[in-house]
DNA sequence: TCTGATTACTCATATCGATGAGTATGGAAG
DNA sequence: CTTCCATACTCATCGATATGAGTAATCAGA
């Protein structure tokens, strides 16, 4: 149930049209959820059923025409609704952690190269990260603008995904070093 | 579809029953996974039925029967055809993100609340994941038993989840001290 | 001028994952 | 002596998520 607070929180700051939305929550731009294209257009068909948000319609003349959407009164009261509820704590789920579990058991060549092609994308993100706090705070220093800045929610998360990222990047190639030197080494099979 | 290997995975070392599976995977010992306890044992007959796993009833005085599963050599093989596959980019996906996401807009005392609670769950599983991991390597170093321990798998994405839980705790900790120093400070709302 | 990329979406279907309830036995704790 | 907890599962159902295909327009490049 938590894709349409997702939806919400994420058109809390500005209107955006579904396309938009799905940018931000397709290309790593989301670091607080993720979701794919048909999820997001149907949650927000929902929202707008359910009166959380009101879309108005702009007309184009070089492309397609589009709705911007933004939350209504509902929407801010789902939310505030949404935040005192019981949050669901948090998994790793991923196909990579299953296959290193198993790396004794199978051919790990091909592991440490998707190891390493994992680490040069988490590499990549974090560097997104790092450009997007950097725009969110300005000239001001991080603690400063944590202090006063008026919209810290945005940071706060993108801090989080930062730090996955980085976890993530160094995790894969201390990974990868391991394996390669195991399977160089010892030469086993 | 990863389930399932997740489940072969989690049978490499032992025979285990479904019960002790769900165990892993329910109570976060499951360090590269998580599921619920109905999908395991779903997964388990599946698993049976194609004939990756084994099973062998084991008749219990004091206790109901159970049966004892192991990974065939056709489960091997999935595996490894698994381990050459693409992995899926893993994303985040946490309730308490989406709140924080939303933290100016919305009452942050219960907010507050939640990011200490967390961050003492994740402290509490960090410590779990740092016991577990001093008790497979034993009384030798890190690096030693990664060099040379036959059965390094487990170590490594125990590992991911320490660094995981950490990074979470770290994170959970400082953002509530942020949004509890700006509630005090200037007293917004 | 044909191709492919980008904007802006919709529809249908399949699989995955979560939730609630239910069954049966034995041992420990009050 | 009764209630609760642990073992050891099964069944049913619902919502969430993923996948694939399809529409229609504009613009840039070969």
Redesign the pocket.
Known sequence: ????HAVLAALLDEEL????L??AFDLGVANFW??????V??E??RLEKDGLITGRE?V?????????FQVTDAGLAELDHFAVAAA?PS?I?DDLLVKVQAADHIDTRTLVEQLTERAAFARAKADLFDKLLRTMRGDRTEEEFLRHGERIGPYLTCLRGLAFEQGNHDWCERTATILREREGGHAQQ
């Open positions: 149930m938590a894709l349409r049209s579904g396309y938009q799905v940018k993720h979701a794919q294209p048909q999820q257009y149907a927000l068909t702009v184009q003349d070089t492309r397609p025409n589009k709705r911007l669901k998994f789920r």
